[in-house]
Antibody, heavy 122, light 112 residues
């Protein structure tokens, strides 16, 4: 069954780091571009980062560039988001999701997980 | 990245058709056929309804359709049903900065 499951969220102090994980099943990460999208409490969706199907290209929103790093482990079929220098405005539910078409870089984001909540607070 | 512009709310009666607009620029909607639409019910994850402007993923009702004209994309829901109530977000590939996605501001659809 095709699904992604996020984990790793929690409460963290400003300036600290946190790593989110996204375990994929029913498909292989090496066939699809993958995304992280976040949603602050009561707010809309914000795209955060993406990695191409072959892992060669990584893209980031301006709001996280230089602080967040997207990566993956093909042997574990798991996607990661390393977040550093966290700020209060990074507080959100972080979703992992898959590009709708294999190999394609853009088009639509499908198969969303349930998300993992990150709260940045002192 | 500046968000795409959507109306805050749209409402309709059961059986009617409604259209949600999504306005961007030549750097996103106007320049590329990579517009997608998402439905989100309260407390739930978003669901992809339309990709590449007018394609429906498997399992999405034919009542949902997408289109684009210039810098504006539209989502039309025909035969409105109570279960269609929720939030809808558009999204587009953008080159305002480097390769990335940008989401719309979101539209609350109410079935009255």
């Amino acid at each position: 069954q095709l699904q992604v499951v996020e984990s790793g969220g929690g409460v963290v102090q400003p300036g600290r780091s946190l790593r989110l994980s996204c375990a994929a099943s029913g498909f292989t990460l090496s066939s699809y571009a993958m995304h992280w999208v976040r949603q602050a409490p009561g707010k809309g969706l914000e795209w955060v980062a993406a990695i191409s199907y072959d892992g060669s290209n990584k893209y980031y929103a301006d709001s996280v560039k230089g602080r967040f790093t997207i990566s993956r482990d093909e042997s574990k079929n798991t996607l990661y988001l390393q977040m550093s220098s966290l700020r209060a405005e990074d507080t959100a539910l972080y979703y992992c999701a898959r590009e709708v078409i294999p190999v394609a870089a853009v088009g639509g984001i499908d198969n969303w997980g349930l998300g993992t909540l990150v709260t940045v607070s002192s | 990245q500046s968000a795409l512009t959507q109306p805050a709310s749209v409402s309709g009666s059961p059986g009617q058709s409604i259209t949600i607009s999504c306005t961007g620029t030549i750097s996103d909607i106007g320049g590329y056929n990579y517009v997608s639409w998402y439905q989100q019910h309260p407390g739930k994850a978003p669901k992809l309804m339309i990709y590449d402007v007018n394609n429906r993923p498997s399992g999405v009702s034919y009542r949902f359709s997408g289109s684009k004209s210039g810098n504006t994309a539209s989502l039309t829901i025909s035969g409105l049903q109570a279960e269609d109530e929720g939030y809808y977000y558009c999204s587009s590939y953008t080159t305002r900065t480097t390769h990335s996605y940008v989401f719309g501001t979101g539209t609350k659809v109410t079935v009255v």
